[in-house]
């Protein structure tokens, strides 16, 4: 076989694989219960990336050097494009709240229980910025919609705790955490919010506590 086969060849099969994780990343979701999470951020990035730069590779008729560009851009989407995937592979709830803007925002969250009840971590910037301490908001796991209240807990302690908990929890955690790419431990910037239940609504969601957009 001429290099030149050779390299099409390698294109070919790094370009089919990413159009594979490309409509992997979008159809994870469905193993969840519930309404769909449509990927945002650096998870649509990772899916819409790897759709964009398999095409490419597959295309025959695209130029050679746009192909190479497409390969040599291939290890950036592949990394949020199979982070975006296998987040998703284990139990994910998502947390509606609104941003600083007041705009809706649907939080994706890994979550743990307790004796004390069920807790999910995050930066202290991210819970800051979608005002979640004290905030009565609803919550989607495992299909059933909960009107929770977010008790927001900054003491090293307790963030250990709960950080523990996950990576015990969750093997993309411990998979992540074994080639660096997820803390052993929780950083400073960490804090735990437990997830209470709402006043006289211990099981069932109130009308309307999800954020509305403002007019």
Same mark, same amino acid.
């Given at each position: 076989?001429?290099?030149?086969?050779?390299?099409?060849?390698?294109?070919?099969?790094?370009?089919?694989?990413?159009?594979?994780?490309?409509?992997?990343?979008?159809?994870?979701?469905?193993?969840?219960?519930?309404?769909?999470?449509?990927?945002?951020?650096? *998870?649509?990035?990772?899916?819409?990336? &790897? %759709?964009?730069?398999?095409?490419?590779?597959?295309?025959?008729?695209?130029?050679?050097?746009?192909?190479? %560009?497409?390969?040599? @851009?291939?290890?950036?989407?592949?990394?949020?494009?199979?982070?975006?995937?296998?987040?998703?592979?284990?139990?994910?709830?998502?947390?509606? &709240?609104?941003?600083?803007?007041?705009?809706?925002?649907?939080?994706?969250?890994?979550?743990?229980?307790?004796?004390?009840?069920?807790?999910?971590?995050?930066?202290?910037?991210? &819970?800051?910025?979608?005002?979640?301490?004290?905030?009565?908001?609803?919550?989607?796991?495992?299909?059933?919609?909960?009107?929770?209240?977010?008790?927001?807990?900054?003491?090293?302690?307790?963030?250990?705790?709960?950080? @523990? %908990?996950?990576?015990?929890?969750?093997?993309?955690?411990?998979?992540? @955490? @074994?080639?660096?790419?997820?803390?052993?431990? &929780?950083?400073?910037?960490?804090?735990?919010?437990? %997830?209470?239940?709402?006043?006289? *609504?211990?099981?069932?969601?109130?009308?309307?506590?999800?954020?509305?957009?403002?007019?």
């Amino acid at each position: 076989m001429s290099e030149s086969g050779s390299s099409s060849k390698i294109q070919a099969v790094v370009g089919w694989g990413l159009l594979v994780l490309g409509v992997t990343v979008f159809a994870v979701r469905f193993l969840h219960e519930g309404a769909y999470a449509v990927p945002r951020g650096g *998870n649509l990035f990772g899916g819409l990336g &790897a %759709l964009l730069l398999g095409g490419v590779l597959v295309w025959s008729a695209v130029p050679r050097g746009l192909r190479w %560009l497409a390969l040599a @851009a291939s290890p950036v989407v592949l990394f949020f494009g199979l982070y975006a995937t296998m987040a998703e592979l284990e139990e994910v709830v998502s947390l509606y &709240a609104a941003d600083s803007a007041g705009e809706p925002a649907e939080l994706r969250l890994w979550i743990v229980d307790r004796e004390d009840g069920a807790w999910v971590g995050m930066p202290r910037s991210k &819970a800051v910025e979608h005002s979640l301490d004290g905030a009565q908001l609803e919550l989607l796991r495992s299909g059933e919609t909960l009107c929770v209240v977010p008790v927001l807990h900054e003491d090293r302690k307790t963030v250990g705790a709960i950080h @523990a %908990l996950k990576v015990e929890k969750y093997a993309v955690a411990r998979g992540a @955490a @074994a080639i660096g790419l997820y803390p052993r431990e &929780a950083r400073g910037t960490t804090v735990s919010l437990r %997830l209470d239940s709402c006043p006289g *609504n211990p099981l069932q969601t109130p009308p309307a506590v999800r954020p509305r957009r403002r007019p």
